[in-house]
């Protein structure tokens, strides 16, 4: 695995998207998207991505990721009239993110016809097998229903000289990692594979062991997992009182846009019924409009909701954890996690899904004492104290951290914050600690290095980007 080189000579600050060696069609299209200057893992994805290297990319969602590797892609096509089996394959956990990627190649890719196919399940069959018959440059979808069009040989996947594993952790989590596996084997070898995820457990390491070969590893995340420009409260409450605890919350916050976590379908259900009795009967918020979203119900009610919340006509969204991966709608100012996550990752993915590139945003999340240990593991994984907000029930107040912790709660060292995480009134933080939520500090170049990317191909690639910028009538 291709690390930082500390040997290397300092690399040119890159900080405008025309170092990035792309041709003038894509800093058109940049531009008219209002994108002045590529996000740290776009400036370390770009670059060996464009070189054909295969890239283990670690970062949260909302960084820029879709266009860190859509970019690269969109460069080194060939045109349809070359080549009209799918080149490029990007695979993601839910069809709402496979939609969403779609959206975010066309807009890059304007200017340049480009043939794109989203291959999600949930959505007709026939559709789909017609595009791919007429022809498509690159394929974005859901496992399941990719792997189904390779079986009846509706997707061939010969000609496919890159793959993209985004949001691997997830994907790996509901259970994808059979036909992923059965996915891979049927493509070339001779390709280029970027990985991304918001963590890498050991079970990603060894999907990348096995399917890449010598990656660059950039990462994002390690020291903003959830970034400074989320506020992130807890409130300790009772089972019981949680549903008034929110009513009373959402009063006080009035939330612009919200999407409020449960942990199941049904509880999900039974919170949106609730809320849609109750709300109405709250003067400042009677006007609310409330819609949930889980994964048992049908494309066309999901496709519906995720369009009323994109269009700003849904204020209050309830959501299991499935859907909420990806959500990219840059109007969600309040997350409220009413179940905390059982997984520590679940917790950076939901936070994530406001403050999206640097905006304000504000988390809640509601913990019953016996969650206690839950509350502590997330705190450890992000590095982080989350501070009690007042609406806590006094009779199960946490010891509040002191004021210097709160002013700047982001702790240097793993060891100076757990002890700080464990002189509060939580148990078994040894218990949370040997089962390592923290991830590892090793191995890994961080964005503010500029990483020595070594050449493993002297490749096809570059060729694709010259023969684009010839088509495009390139400036080089
Ligand atoms: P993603 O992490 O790909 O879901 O992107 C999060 C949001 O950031 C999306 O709304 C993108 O359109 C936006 N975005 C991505 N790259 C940039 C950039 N360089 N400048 C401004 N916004 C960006």
């Given at each position: ?20 060696d ?12 209002g ?14 991505a ?27 096509l ?26 975010e ?93 918001a ?62 976590f ?10 949106h ?41 849904i ?81 199960m ?14 702790l ?32 890994a ?27 495009m009538?390139?400036?080089?």
């Open positions: 695995m291709q690390t930082s080189d500390e040997s290397a000579p300092p690399q040119p600050e890159i900080d405008s998207f025309t170092q990035l792309l041709s003038r069609v894509m800093l058109h299209a940049l531009e008219r998207m994108y002045s200057a590529p996000s740290p893992i776009q400036r370390q994805v770009i670059p060996p464009l070189d054909g290297q295969d890239i283990i990319g670690q970062a949260r969602t909302g960084t820029g990721k879709t266009a860190a590797f859509s970019i690269p892609i969109l460069e080194l060939d045109p349809l009239s070359e080549c009209s089996s799918p080149q490029a394959m990007i695979l993601v956990p839910t069809r709402e993110l496979a939609d969403q990627v779609f959206q190649m066309e807009r890059l890719a304007f200017g340049c016809k480009t043939a794109i196919t989203v291959l999600a399940g949930g959505k007709l069959m026939r559709r789909q097998m017609n595009q791919l018959r007429a022809g498509t440059q690159i394929v974005v979808g859901t496992p399941g229903r990719i792997y189904d069009h390779i079986q009846r040989g509706t997707f061939k996947t010969q000609n496919l000289w890159c793959i993209v594993l985004d949001e691997a952790d997830r994907m790996l989590d509901i259970g994808f990692r059979p036909v992923i596996e059965k996915i891979l084997r049927t493509c070339p070898r001779d390709r280029q594979t970027i990985l991304l995820s963590t890498i457990p050991p079970e990603i390491q060894k999907l990348t062991q096995r399917y890449l070969t010598d990656p660059v590893h950039i990462n994002c995340s390690l020291s903003q997992v959830s970034v400074d420009s989320i506020e992130q409260r807890y409130m300790t409450v009772k089972q019981d009182d949680k549903f008034d605890i929110l009513l009373q919350l959402l009063h006080r916050e009035m939330p612009r846009q919200a999407i409020i449960c942990r199941t379908k049904r509880g999900t259900d039974r919170l019924r609730k809320l849609r009795e109750s709300v109405p009967k709250v003067d400042a918020l009677q006007n609310k409009r409330i819609e949930c979203i889980h994964g048992d119900m049908n494309q066309r009610d999901r496709d519906r909701v995720f369009a009323s919340l994109r269009d700003g006509s204020d209050i969204l309830v959501a299991t954890d499935v859907v909420g991966r990806g959500i990219d709608v840059s109007t969600v100012s309040h997350i409220i996690n009413f179940d905390i996550p059982l997984d520590c990752d679940d917790y950076v993915h939901r936070v994530g899904r406001t403050g999206r590139m640097g905006r304000e945003g504000i988390a809640f999340t509601f913990v019953t004492v016996a969650e206690g240990p839950q509350l502590t593991a997330i705190e450890l994984n992000i590095n982080k104290l989350l501070q009690r907000d007042p609406l806590s029930q006094p009779a107040a946490r010891p509040a951290p002191n004021p210097e912790e709160s002013k700047d709660s982001k240097n060292g793993s060891t100076q914050f757990a002890s700080k995480a464990a002189d509060r009134a939580w148990p078994s933080l040894e218990t949370i600690e040997s089962q390592s939520v923290l991830p590892p500090n090793d191995a170049a961080t964005c503010d290095d500029q990483a020595a990317v070594k050449k493993r191909r002297p490749l096809f690639p570059k060729r694709r980007v010259n023969q684009r910028l010839a088509r009538g390139g400036d080089e």
